[in-house]
């Protein structure tokens, strides 16, 4: 099993449209939890920290369940600008890595 | 832009050869970890340097091996590189904080 399992996609949603990705994750252990974003061919960027009090930043809210071990990313109001592939990712103190998804692709279109 | 840089973007080697990547981390971070990132993966983490030691390493050989120097800058050294080792591999760096912050990668072809 991976340690952090993310439906690759890709999800084809039309401009405005609300789309949630969700992450599962296998190591109860796991300390912090992390969206990036990463456009074709660039490095991956941190989009947002994700708590279990959940926290949003303007059209983006994270979400984390410790006893489900699943993490969620609701998109609002979907922009062009937003294709790109989401990075859910796992940080565990033990061996102090970032663990990552295989990502999800998300198309925006007109 | 992070502040981390990479260096070189692209590099084409053939099978056997070694192969140095460096990392210039972001002012203030005292910690590099470096990724593999192959097509249509997630980045898979290789191994973190803190204030120069090892601190970390990911399930690859000791043929993949790594320097972090006083200005806290770090290099990859990748030896006898195979097919398989095509990928971008990405640098990133932190203050120890489970945050990272990524440089642009080099994107490697070994033929």
């Known amino acids: 099993r991976k340690e952090v399992e993310q439906d690759p996609g890709p999800f084809n949603v039309p401009e405005g449209a609300t789309v949630a990705f969700n992450c599962t994750y296998s190591?109860?252990?796991?300390?912090?939890f992390f969206w990036y974003r990463q456009d074709c061919r660039k490095e991956p960027k941190l989009l947002m920290s994700?708590?279990?009090s959940g926290n949003e930043d303007g059209r983006f809210t994270a979400q984390l369940n410790r006893a489900s071990q699943y993490i969620s990313l609701l998109i609002r109001d979907s922009k062009l600008s937003d294709s790109a592939t989401y990075l859910c990712v796992v940080f565990t103190g033990g061996g102090n890595k970032l663990t990552f998804g295989t990502g999800t692709q998300l198309k925006v279109e007109l | 832009e992070t502040g981390v840089t990479q260096s070189p973007t692209h590099l084409i080697k053939t099978r056997g050869q070694q192969v140095t990547l460096r990392c210039s981390s972001q002012s203030g971070h005292n910690t590099v970890s470096w990724y593999q990132q192959a097509l249509g993966q997630g980045p898979q983490f290789i191994f973190q340097?803190?204030?120069?030691?090892?601190?970390g390493r990911g399930n690859f050989p000791p043929r993949f091996s790594g320097l972090q120097f006083p200005n806290y800058s770090s290099e990859l050294n990748v030896n006898a590189l195979e097919l398989d080792d095509s990928a971008l591999y990405l640098c990133?760096?932190?203050?120890?904080?489970?945050?990272?912050?990524f440089g642009q990668g080099t994107r490697l072809t070994v033929v």
């Open positions: 190591n109860s252990a796991s300390q912090s």
């Open positions: 990133a760096s932190s203050t120890g904080t489970p945050e990272a912050f």
């Open positions: 994700v708590y279990s």
């Open positions: 340097y803190y204030r120069e030691e090892e601190n």
